[in-house]
């Protein structure tokens, strides 16, 4: 399984920005599709999660900013981020989790940049 996730960039405080997760290879049917980030010097931290069945769960400094979605026929799970700041600023990972095996993957990362 690979993950390539796309749609990071510079961004000013306020801006908006979709992240795109492409999966391919045998992702199976049943898996929950998460979006992670990574601010510098501090740990990685869950975003927002969605199942096959589409189910959703945010952290709490993202609720009724970020929306996760995911298109199962197409293997894509997107992260749409709105009114983004400064804090956002992380490089956003994409995370597969392959059910009832828990086999997890992780994409490369894609840096978001939040400016002043």
């Known amino acids: 399984v690979q993950l390539v996730e796309s749609g990071g960039g510079l961004i000013h405080t306020g801006g908006s920005l979709r992240l795109s997760c492409a999966a391919s290879?045998?992702?199976?049917?049943?898996?929950?599709m998460s979006w992670y980030r990574q601010a510098p010097g501090k740990q990685r931290e869950v975003v927002a999660t969605?199942?096959?069945?589409?189910?959703?769960v945010y952290a709490d400094s993202v609720k009724g900013r970020f929306t996760i979605s995911r298109d199962n026929a197409k293997n894509l799970a997107y992260l749409d981020m709105n009114s983004l700041n400064p804090e956002d600023t992380a490089v956003y990972y994409c995370?597969?989790?392959?059910?009832?095996?828990?086999?997890?993957?992780w994409g490369q990362g894609t840096q978001v940049t939040v400016s002043s």
């Open positions: 290879g045998s992702t199976f049917r049943l898996n929950v």
């Open positions: 969605i199942s096959s069945g589409g189910t959703t």
């Open positions: 995370k597969l989790t392959v059910l009832p095996t828990w086999n997890i993957y």
